[in-house]
């Protein structure tokens, strides 16, 4: 019975229109959108990987080699069991250019292909020409950053290790490319066959060596699948198919879209800051309407059950504006965002996406609402005409109390299924709340503050003036302080985050890395090599070690996968050396060091935090695939060892007996003076031209540019959350517009000029502004300092001109708010407002 009434009464509110909602539900609407739209590209880019993963797989399937060819009785099955196959090979090398008698030299991804490469897609060139004519003889395809640097256009010469070759085209598109994962340079095609001779497949040389295959109709991928592994898992086969075309970059986009999720969840959170001040303004203005129908009767469930009505509708409504933009707005711009896009993406209504928004909305208006709906049931008929909210008691009944705690733990809950991630869910759920406490605080701190600053200003009205507004009772100082603090928070946090990230890099590459890393030196060349080096007073160090490359297969005898799930050691083959001694370099943690003419069972010293993580304990045994051929080592020690300097470190160190009669080569690292680097890299390279080098501050180049691409895109959901807390703002400016035209007309009668009212306006608004972003800067740079400390685990320094741009954009965004609602109470004459103000 109580909600047919209160239905009733709810459908006649909503009669009296959308005024003072339209910024609720701009909020909620925002904050859907935004997580709607992130979700339905992933779901595209998704949706487009499946799609053609065979044409980026470059194949039904595929199965893999390092550091060798399959032998005959794999490549034997692999044929049994396909249409067609095609064996790609890639690697590392250098491409060289004759410049009037000097050497131009340039990293690039080589990929040597057969007759029957692609099986699937098409290859696009410039000049157009089909690739069998453009690798015919010893003809090339180069992608065009590496034939820009180079300087060379179809038809001229370059060579890779001892091989000539001629650019026949320049490479526009290459369908498998981002199934071919990432790469130090750009892209260089050649046949394989035209590579013999040239010394960059030799034996222990790194390349992987791919086999694609097309299948029969109706193959069953899972059995085949099984059937490879079990025939061939010992040899080292890694065995892919197209539902899986492009696993790295498929795992990159869940886990950035998951991310920016989490991000977009911070917007809406400012979202509800703006919804939960709407309700309690619209709840604060029906007043009369409320203790009238307690005089008549209404119980507080039919209080509680109207204006919850009420409420809901139009969050329905807001979240419906949300799913509507979030779901169409990608397939409007899916074009330019296509075009812009390496990978293939299908842009259509993606229904999971906007479902998990939709749940997201629904759970924040609920968390938000829930509050202020409950005050508004202790409303009793005896505060008829008086402000009733304000008189409520300040928390709701214990029910109420419980079930916000209940909704904010599914919310929470909810992002942690839904991102995969509930490490990241934890953090983001835990800064976020952190940062609502610490500005709900500081809001009460800033109007304290202000009111007792305000009574001992003498002299100066327009500053008495201001702190007085933003001190007194009426001014929407804490919906300015939350709502544009919580969004300046997220992207103060953002900058924080970035700017490390790039002043690590740029202040820790000259200290730590070395100028270059060289790879496939053959064993006899390392006498020479090293000659070269140590008699250079420009060469400070060098570190070498031999250099092989084997997949983890099995720990203690069970499946490495069953045991270490997906962690990184485990989920591709890993570089492996070997060494007598210990290096002075890494500190042994654990166990002790094999004798330095130790001839027994293998042995193996592991990196003491990866084995922390993946549970390993001394005594274990590894099963190591390498070459094609198990190795099972026991572990005897664990030792520390820093990846992070761009030198040379590996995960595992085996005795040198247990793998010195493997085919393998060298790596070494050089650090060395900047100007006589180009010196070293031409004797090197002419000396040995299968030696490949690269420059670590353009591998670390290439990196900053991907970072900058993340940090982009995640500045723009950071920009949503600011977005969302300016609406909340322009929100609290319009509620406000009442009062301040009161201000001003009593302002006038007494004397007061407009440019001084301007004036205690604009300061009001800059002194809200500046509180904000100064909070702000404080929520965001201790987040980007606990995510950098905790979880990327380095070095904090606040970045000051990032922390700067927060507190300029808090007193203009405030600025802008406040003045925009200024003008109005200004033109008002006096007598008028003071004659209908009751």
Wanted: aromatic share 8%; net charge neutral; with cysteine.
């Amino acid at each position: 019975m109580s909600w047919r009434i209160s239905t009733r009464f709810a459908r006649r509110e909503l009669r009296g229109g959308l005024h003072g909602f339209r910024i609720f539900i701009a909020c909620l609407a925002l904050g859907v959108a935004a997580i709607a739209g992130v979700g339905s590209v992933r779901s595209a880019i998704q949706l487009g990987l499946t799609e053609q993963g065979a044409v980026l797989l470059g194949g039904d399937a595929k199965a893999e080699f390092t550091y060798r060819f399959a032998d005959e009785t794999e490549r034997a099955w692999l044929e049994s069991i396909s249409n067609s196959i095609s064996e790609v090979t890639d690697f590392r090398s250098m491409a060289v250019v004759d410049l009037n008698g000097t050497d131009e030299r340039a990293l690039t991804q080589v990929k040597s292909v057969d007759d029957n490469y692609p099986l699937l897609g098409d290859v696009v060139l410039d000049p157009p020409m089909a690739i069998s004519d453009a690798l015919s003889g010893q003809g090339a395809l180069m992608a065009p950053a590496l034939a820009d640097r180079l300087g060379l256009t179809p038809g001229d010469a370059f060579r890779l290790g001892t091989q000539d070759f001629t650019l026949s085209a320049i490479l526009v598109r290459e369908p498998d490319d981002a199934g071919d994962g990432f790469g130090l340079g750009p892209r260089t095609i050649v046949k394989t066959k035209a590579l013999e001779g040239s010394g960059l497949l030799a034996p222990g040389s790194l390349f992987d060596t791919e086999y694609r295959m097309t299948l029969p109709v109706g193959t069953n991928l899972d059995a085949l699948a099984d059937k490879a592994k079990a025939e061939f898992e010992r040899t080292g086969l890694k065995w892919r198919d197209a539902r899986n075309g492009a696993p790295g970059v498929a795992r990159f986009v869940d886990r950035l879209g998951s991310f920016l999720v989490l991000i977009g969840l911070s917007g809406l959170a400012v979202g509800g800051v703006g919804v939960s001040a709407a309700v309690r303004a619209y709840l604060a203005r029906k007043t009369s309407v409320i203790a009238t129908l307690r005089t008549l009767g209404a119980t507080r469930a039919v209080i509680f059950q109207t204006y919850f009505l009420q409420i809901g509708a139009l969050s329905l409504v807001g979240i419906a504006i949300g799913l509507i933009l979030g779901g169409l707005v990608p397939i409007l711009l899916g074009p330019l965002i296509g075009a812009a896009l390496p990978i293939p993406a299908v842009f259509t209504l993606h229904p999971g996406p906007l479902a998990e928004a939709a749940l997201y909305g629904v759970l924040t208006a609920l968390v938000f609402t829930l509050w202020p709906l409950a005050r508004a049931e202790e409303v009793r008929a005896a505060t008829l005409m008086r402000d009733a909210l304000e008189g409520a008691n300040r928390l709701p009944a214990a029910r109420y109390i419980i079930a916000t705690l209940i909704l904010l733990g599914l919310l929470v809950g909810s992002a942690m299924l839904f991102s995969g991630n509930a490490f990241l869910t934890i953090w983001t759920a835990g800064g976020i709340l952190a940062a609502l406490l610490i500005l709900t605080l500081a809001a009460q701190l800033i109007r304290a503050i202000a009111r007792r600053s305000a009574r001992r200003v003498r002299g100066r009205p327009i500053w008495r003036w201001a702190l007085a507004a933003i001190g007194g009772p009426g001014e929407s100082a804490g919906a300015v302080v939350i709502s544009l603090g919580l969004g300046l928070s997220v992207l103060a946090a953002v900058g924080q985050i970035d700017g490390n990230l790039r002043s690590a890099i740029a202040r820790d590459l000259p200290d730590v890395a070395p100028s270059y890393f060289f790879v496939d030196i053959q064993k006899e060349q390392m006498s020479g090599y090293l000659e070269r080096l140590e008699n250079d007073p420009a060469v400070s160090r060098i570190d070498s070690a031999p250099m092989l490359r084997g997949i983890i297969t099995r720990i203690n005898g069970q499946n490495a996968r069953d045991v270490a799930g997906e962690h990184w050691v485990v989920r591709g083959d890993r570089g492996i050396t070997y060494a007598a001694e210990p290096d002075e370099r890494f500190t042994i943690t654990q166990g002790e060091w094999w004798p330095k003419d130790y001839s027994g069972p293998p042995q193996i010293s592991f990196a003491a935090e990866e084995g922390e993580e993946l549970g390993l304990e001394l005594g274990d045994t590894l099963t190591l695939n390498i070459l094609g051929r198990d190795i099972t080592a026991t572990i005897t020690s664990f030792r520390e060892v820093d990846f992070s300097t761009a030198g040379i470190g590996f995960v595992m160190t085996l005795n040198p007996s247990a793998l010195q009669g493997a085919p393998h080569s060298f790596i070494s690292t050089v650090y060395a003076e900047e100007e006589a680097e180009a010196q070293i890299l031409r004797d090197l390279a002419n000396t040995y031209p299968n030696i490949t080098a690269i420059r670590v501050r353009d591998a670390i180049d290439r990196v900053s540019e991907m970072l900058a691409g993340i940090s982009d895109a995640v500045r723009w959901g950071a920009g949503a959350s600011l977005l969302t807390g300016f609406l909340v703002l322009i929100g609290a400016a319009a509620a406000g517009e009442g009062a301040r035209t009161y201000e001003a007309a009593v302002l006038k009668t007494l004397g007061a000029s407009r440019p001084r009212i301007l004036a205690s306006f604009t300061l009001r608004s800059a002194l809200l502004g500046a509180s904000a972003g100064l909070v702000s800067l404080g929520a965001g740079i201790a987040g980007g300092w606990a995510v950098l400390t905790f979880v990327m685990e380095t070095e904090f320094t606040v970045i000051w001109g990032s922390a700067f741009g927060v507190i300029v954009g808090g007193i203009f965004a405030t600025l802008l708010a406040g003045l925009g609602f200024a003008w109005r109470p200004l033109a008002q004459r006096p007598a008028s407002v003071l004659r209908t103000r009751e």
